[in-house]
C-alpha cells in the first residue's frame, strides 16, 4: 500500500507539474538568497569603488529581475492550466460500479496527463530557462566576489 501511494504521488506530481513547481522555488530562493549575501558583503565590506564590481552587481540584479519574470510566467501557465479541478478530465473518466479507487485514480491521472502534456512541455521550458538564469546570477555574484578582493 504504500508503495502505491508512492507511486500515484509521484504519477500527481509529474500530471500537475508540481515537481517543477518545488524546482523553480528552490531555485528561484537560491539566486535571492545569493544576491542578498552579495549586497550584504559589498556593504559591509567597504565602499565600492572599482567598476567592475558595480557592473557585476548591476548585471546580477538584472539576472534575478529576469528570474522574476520567467518564474513567474512559468507558474502562471501551470496554475491556469494544470490543474485537478478541470470538470472536462472528470467527466472524461467514467467512474463504474464495478472500479476500485486506485483504478479510477489510475485514469483520471493518465487523462490529466494527456491534456497537461503541452502546457507541461511549455513550463518545463521556462523552469530550465529559470534555473539558467539562476546560474548566470551565480557566476555574476563571483565574478563580482573576486573583483571585490
Given at each position: ?58 548585471s546580477a540584479a538584472s539576472v534575478f ?7 513567474t510566467a512559468a507558474l502562471l501557465i ?72
Amino acid at each position: 500500500m504504500a508503495y502505491d501511494i508512492a507511486f500515484w504521488r509521484l504519477r500527481e506530481q509529474i500530471a500537475y507539474g508540481r515537481s517543477l513547481d518545488s524546482k523553480l522555488g528552490s531555485a528561484f530562493a537560491l539566486s535571492a538568497a545569493m544576491i542578498a549575501l552579495l549586497g550584504s558583503a559589498l556593504i559591509f565590506a567597504a565602499p565600492v569603488e572599482q567598476v567592475g564590481v558595480e557592473a557585476a552587481v548591476v548585471s546580477a540584479a538584472s539576472v534575478f529581475i529576469a528570474n522574476i519574470v520567467v518564474s513567474t510566467a512559468a507558474l502562471l501557465i501551470g496554475h491556469m492550466n494544470v490543474g485537478p479541478a478541470s470538470e472536462e478530465i472528470v467527466n472524461e473518466v467514467a467512474i463504474g460500479d464495478d472500479e476500485v479507487p486506485w483504478q479510477r485514480t489510475a485514469e483520471y491521472l493518465a487523462v490529466a496527463e494527456q491534456r497537461n502534456e503541452r502546457v507541461l512541455r511549455i513550463k518545463s521550458w521556462l523552469v530550465g530557462a529559470a534555473l539558467l538564469l539562476t546560474a548566470a546570477t551565480t557566476i555574476a555574484i563571483a565574478a563580482a566576489a573576486i573583483l571585490a578582493v
